[in-house]
Each structure stands twice: as C-alpha cells, then as structure tokens.
C-alpha cells in the first residue's frame, strides 16, 4: 500500500517531497522509498511538502524558505517542542500517513456546524460526563477544505490546524472564550514547550515523562471546575501538584479546550510517545500552560463526543 496515499489526496499530486533537518530521517524515508531532502539544502521549496522540524533553528530555516518562495504547498510540525528523539520522530511520520486529511476536514466541518449553533454541550464518553458553555460570539478556530483551496498554490499550515477546532485562552487577561465542568477520563498527556529552558529542573522533566507512562498505563481522572482542573488522579494518587509545577504561571486554568477530529489512528496511538499527531485523536483534549513560561500540557480524552444539552434532555 501506498504510504503517502493521503497525502496525496490531500495535495491532489504524487510528488511528495518529505522535509527535515535530521539526516537520520532522511536515511529512514529513503529506504522506504520516499522522497526526503534536508531543509538546508534547498534553493527553492518543493511542490508539496510534508515538514518534520528536529530543531529551532530548522523551523525558522523552514518558514523563512517558505516565506521568499512565491509557490510551494506545505504542512508541517515542529517535533523538537515535544520529542525531537529519532523514534518519536518516525512515529510522528508514521501516524501523518495513516491520517487522513479529507476526513478530518470534514469532521471539523460537522464540529463547526454544532458549535455555530452556540449552545451549551454536554460531553459524554467512556467514564466522562462534562459541559461545556462557549462565550458569545467566540469563534473556534480550524481549517476545512474551503481554507485550503482558497490558499490556491501557496500555503504553509501547521499540522495540528488540520487535526482539531479548537478554542485557545492563551493571555490571561483576555475575557474567558469557554466554561468547562465535568470530570473527565483522561489516556494519555502531551507535554510542549516552545523553547526548551534550561532553568525548567531535570527533575521536572523526568517526572512528567514518568507521569506520561503512568497515564498511558492505567489512564487517568480528571476533575475540572470552572476551566481550572482541580484533580488529576493516576492510580489513586493526584498529580496536580505536578502538574501546576510545570505549567509555570499559568497554573492549571485550562489555556485550550479542542476537538480532534483524527479517526484514522485510533488503533495504532501510543500514548507513551510524546508526539503532537496524539493530540488530534478524536475525542476532546484541554490543556493547561502555555509552553512559554513552563509547559504546554494537553490531557487527551478520545472517544468524547459533544450534544448540544436540549438534545440530550429531549
């Protein structure tokens, strides 16, 4: 079977061209027969490109690349704010070509249609019972096949705009886009920071790794009052504590609140990886931090479907 198939569709081309700035995923692509060439010896971008980013300083190359190109269609995702690792990196790839884009897209214009209707909703899935009110006149963001086609022969979107609608809360001053309640079960975390700062103890990072684990292992309960999580239990023990450590200033006021819309890899997500494809499963993810002072902690919750209330009570 055709690995870059979706792509593919997605493009509506065959000539796929995979961008990095790891010579070992080069190497990897390669001997299977995909076509991959480092960022830093481009003179001109691809036609289509599918982007995984190890580094800073290979994203900015990207986007710069990108930005004097006047043609060039690309998507892509920054691995090195979550697991810059090679094996990490090569299940990100993996699960990218098992995703399918067209899908997706179309899930979220379902979403979009549920939340234009501005209602109150309940969240109900496997051990969740949650609601959710947006505030007025908010608007989620995503991207459908319109956005797409309007972007005509030149585009460069981040992976994650494809895979979610999502409401963002990310200056806290700023009036509250969303109120959640409910008590929700949680599979698995995902863990970003956008720069990695050293002042951030290795203690720190090597808890939330084993937390990670833990969650992935025996899943997890999160109690959530206001848009602020009030517990975080794994195992009988509650890690908010942890959790408030590494999300900095932010605290645990929920910075995201999101839809995934990914169905296709339902059955192949490994939760122990900390790779940004988990984060568009489909069900409902929220996220404390802001991964600007600390961490940017999404809790993933698959399976979680949204009704307007009205429905449910008639």
């Known amino acids: 079977m055709n690995p870059l198939r979706h792509f593919e569709r997605f493009f509506n081309s065959t000539d796929i061209t995979l961008l990095t700035d790891s010579s070992e995923l080069i190497t990897h692509a390669q001997a299977h027969h995909i076509n991959a060439r ?9 036609p289509n490109s599918v ?3 190890l580094s800073r300083e290979g994203t900015d190359s990207l986007l710069q690349r990108a930005a004097a190109d006047p043609s060039g269609r690309a998507i892509y995702t ?3 704010a ?7 990196v090569i299940y990100t790839f993996e699960q990218m070509c098992l995703t399918d884009f ?6 979220q214009e379902h979403l979009l249609s549920l939340l234009d209707q501005q209602q109150p909703l309940v969240l109900t899935g496997p051990n969740t019972l949650g609601h959710l009110v947006i505030a007025k006149d908010v608007a989620p963001y995503a991207m459908i096949d319109e956005d797409v086609q309007a972007a005509n022969d030149r585009f460069i979107f981040p992976l ?4 979610e609608v999502h409401y963002t809360h990310m200056a806290p001053d700023a009036p509250r886009p969303f109120t959640l309640n409910g008590r929700f079960q ?4 995902l863990s970003a920071r956008g720069y990695h700062d050293p002042s951030i103890p290795t203690r720190l990072v090597d808890s939330l790794a084993t937390l990670s684990d833990s969650v992935a292992l025996h899943g997890a309960t999160a109690l959530i009052e206001d848009s602020q999580l009030r517990s975080f239990t794994v195992a009988g023990c509650d890690y908010c504590a942890l959790l408030n450590e590494a999300t900095g200033p932010r605290g645990l006021r929920l910075t995201e609140c999101a839809f995934g819309v990914n169905a296709s890899i339902a059955d192949t997500v490994n939760y122990r990886i900390n790779s940004q ?15 600007r002072q600390g961490y940017h902690i999404d809790l993933l919750m698959p399976g979680v479907a949204a009704a307007p209330s009205q429905q449910l009570i008639t």
């Not at 067209?102 to 899930?107: C, E, F, N, P, S």
């Not at 949680?186 to 975390?189: M, R, Y």
């Not at 494809?277 to 991964?291: F, K």
Request: net charge negative.
């Open 51 to 53: 982007c995984i980013t």
């Open 277 to 291: 494809l988990n984060e568009g499963i489909e069900g409902l993810h929220v996220a404390v931090g802001d991964g």
């Open 160 to 163: 994650a705009e494809l895979l």
């Open 78 to 80: 920054q691995a090195h």
């Open 82 to 88: 979550f697991d810059p690792a090679l094996n990490s």
């Open 102 to 107: 067209q899908l997706a897209m179309r899930k």
């Open 38 to 46: 480092l960022i830093s010896e481009l003179q001109n971008m691809p």
């Open 186 to 189: 949680v599979a698995g975390i």
